[in-house]
């Protein structure tokens, strides 16, 4: 079956612009999370939907939002974009009983 | 969830086995061990998870010490395929929500 979908691949920002991230999880499964991968930083929770409520939050500032939708399809937001928050922007989706997460590939956005 | 010490770096011939230890010596009765990996740029990989039982799948073996205070991923044959950062989490099976804390991982790398 097919693998979590998350687009755009690449993406180029300017400062205090905004962006929306898409991901779509593996047929079935309810939850997605999202995550940010900085070298610094390196890989960190920002939230999780299950049902199309968030769930869980990570520490980040209230720029980053998200949303799920009825087919769980998911996206989140960054408002007001800063230099540090060029990362990569990672997507897992689990059933939401098990907790083995798949990752998609990722979103690489630049803030320049 | 409890914290994970591995080592950041170990390097591996091909073919030969990779062990990639981790310390969780504050885990808890009901935290899981699990194993992800990342090959450079891509998402992570889900690999295994245990809770007290050494287990085997078609990509690795998991072997918990009695007291679970630390754990060991095989990988039985290394490829250089399996060049890549280890992650190992400890975590609570079925908690609301999937959230995963990720350290700083082991940069494993299978030379020729």
């Known amino acids: 079956k097919a693998g979590v979908t998350q687009t755009p691949r690449y993406l180029i920002k300017t400062r205090g612009q905004q962006v929306t991230l898409s991901c779509s999880p593996i047929s079935g499964h309810r939850s997605v999370s999202w995550y940010q991968q900085t070298p610094g930083q390196g890989l960190q929770f920002l939230f999780e939907y299950f049902s199309e409520t968030q769930r869980n939050k990570g520490n980040f500032p209230g720029r980053f939002s998200g949303r799920q939708f009825s087919n769980s399809r998911s996206e989140m937001n960054v408002s007001t974009l800063e230099l540090g928050d060029s990362a990569l922007y990672l997507c897992a989706s689990s059933s939401g009983v098990s907790t083995e997460a798949f990752f998609g590939q990722g979103t690489r956005l630049t803030v320049v | 969830d409890a914290k994970t010490t591995q080592p950041p770096s170990m390097d591996c011939a091909e073919g030969r086995a990779a062990n990639l230890p981790c310390n969780h010596s504050?885990?808890?009765?009901?935290?899981?061990v699990y194993w992800y990996r990342q090959i450079h740029s891509q998402g992570p990989q889900y690999i295994i998870h245990g809770l007290k039982n050494n287990e085997t799948n078609e990509m690795a073996s998991l072997i918990i010490t009695e007291d679970r205070k630390s754990s060991t991923l095989i990988l039985p044959h290394a490829t250089l395929r399996d060049t890549a950062v280890y992650y190992c989490?400890?975590?609570?099976?079925?908690?609301?929500?999937?959230?995963?804390?990720f350290g700083e991982g082991t940069q494993l790398t299978v030379n020729p």
């Open positions: 504050t885990i808890s009765g009901n935290e899981y």
């Open positions: 989490i400890v975590r609570v099976w079925e908690t609301s929500g999937s959230r995963l804390t």
